[in-house]
Each structure stands twice: as structure tokens, then as C-alpha cells.
């Protein structure tokens, strides 16, 4: 399987997974971009897989279905272009010989999924949408900080290996290029655990410095709820 980030807009990443002859697209927020890349390797879309509403990840989705017919499967609770196949956790989607299993990760917003397919030639995958980003998380725009940390736990959860999509760049200027130069180059969890500390704030250093922004935070959503917002003013 080949998996190409196709840049988009400022930061986002529309991720494209293909066997040399059919393709899935995550998150396709403009449809030009992936038209062109479908017609310059070849390919046939099957699938459409959305992990929440918002227009960067949803704008494309009607006319890349109108132009090649792929099935668009996105979140239960949310609303995306119609038709799609409603899920939440607990389903599996059956695409290009692979299974994706749905997660439920609220907290960016409040129906949002991820998928993740346990076995690509050998290695999980998972696109996680706006939930987790190299080094960071999502803002909240619509879930609790509970409801965060817990969909950031589940993520962290999955094994070291696991290969992150991340649907924007949130990382410096040269990681971009890093990326650029070496297109399948997703990031791993087990990197993310040792750089993100949005997945370790229960760490005492974190902790403490939680309790420097808000000295009332006593436990660990209040901890990570002082962290991501510090984030917001950074
Ligand atoms: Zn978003
Ligand atoms: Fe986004």
C-alpha cells in the first residue's frame, strides 16, 4: 500500500492510501487536489472516510463522490455531505482488501472518529484527524477537557508502532519539509509519546507545570485542561 499526505489549504493534509489501483481519501476539505492526484498515479476512489464536520476536512467530499462514485463513510452524531454510512465505535469498514476499525475520539468536536487498521503490510494505521497532532492535540472546540484526555488515552493506548495521519502541520517549518521529502514518513505513537505531552500530562513535570497556570488544578482533567489551554495563548 502507498500512503501520500497531498497538502492543502495552509496546513492540511488530505491522506491518500492506494494499491496501485484503487484509493481511499481521509478528510478531503477540496476535491482539485485529489482529483489530480488520482488522475496522475491512475487510480480508481472507493472510499471517502471523514473524521468530523468542519469544512477543511468536509468541503471536497460531494464532488469527489459525485465525480467517481466512492462510498463516503463519516461520524453517526455529525453532520456531513449526505449520503454517507453513519458510524461509531465499534464498526469496521471494509476498504481495499483492509479493516478499519472506528474509534470514537470526542473532544475537537463532539461526534468525532478515528480509524485505525491494525494491519497495512504488516504495520496499524491511523487517521486521527483533528484529535491528535505531531507534538499536540486538537483545540476544543466542542467536547470537554474529559472527554479529550480519555480520546488522547485511547490514541496513546495503541500500539508504539502504529503509523499517525494527522490532518495538519502543526510542527515547525522543517518537519514540513521533512515530510515533504519523505511523503510516507507518518508519524509513530511511540514517537508522539515520547515528544507530545499532551499524552503524558499525569507526568509530575507536567503536573507542575499545570499547577503553575492554575494552582486549583487537583486532578487530571483540570491538569490537562490548564495545559491545552496555555496552548491557546501560546
Ligand atoms: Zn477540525
Ligand atoms: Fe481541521
Known amino acids: 500500500m502507498y500512503l501520500i499526505p497531498i497538502p ?3 496546513d492540511n493534509y488530505l491522506w491518500l492510501l492506494h494499491d496501485g489501483e484503487y484509493a481511499l481519501v481521509v478528510d478531503p476539505g477540496e476535491a482539485a487536489p485529489v482529483q489530480q492526484a488520482l488522475a496522475q498515479h491512475g487510480l480508481q476512489l472507493t472510499s471517502i472516510l ?11 467530499v460531494a464532488a469527489l463522490r459525485d ?5 463516503v ?39 468525532h472518529i478515528a480509524f485505525y487498521a491494525p494491519d497495512v503490510d504488516g504495520q496499524p494505521l491511523l487517521f486521527c484527524g483533528d484529535t491528535l497532532f505531531s507534538g499536540g492535540c486538537g483545540r476544543l472546540f466542542e467536547g ?7 480520546s488522547l488515552d485511547k490514541l496513546a493506548a495503541l500500539p ?17 519539509l521533512a515530510l515533504a521529502a519523505e511523503p510516507d514518513k507518518a508519524d509513530l505513537i511511540a514517537q ?3 515528544i507530545n505531552p499532551f499524552l ?23 491538569i490537562f485542561a490548564a495545559l491545552r489551554q496555555w496552548k491557546n495563548q501560546f
Do not use: W
Open 144 to 150: 470537554t477537557p474529559a472527554q479529550m484526555l480519555a
Open 73 to 111: 463513510y463519516g461520524p453517526a452524531s455529525e453532520s456531513i455531505p449526505a449520503p454517507f454510512t453513519p458510524l461509531k465505535e465499534g464498526a469496521t469498514v471494509h476498504t481495499l482488501g483492509l479493516d478499519f476499525q472506528v474509534l470514537d475520539v470526542p473532544g475537537h468536536t463532539a461526534g
Open 67 to 71: 465525480a467517481t462514485g466512492a462510498q
Open 160 to 176: 508504539g508502532a502504529t503509523r499517525v495521519c494527522c490532518t495538519h502541520e502543526a510542527t515547525l517549518g522543517n518537519l514540513r
Open 8 to 10: 492543502a489549504f495552509t
Open 192 to 194: 508522539e509519546l515520547r
Open 200 to 222: 503524558r500530562t499525569r507526568q509530575a513535570s507536567l503536573v507542575a507545570a499545570a499547577r503553575r497556570l492554575d494552582a486549583s488544578a487537583d486532578d487530571d482533567i483540570a
Open 50 to 60: 471523514v473524521t468530523h464536520h468542519h469544512a477543511d476536512h468536509t468541503g471536497g
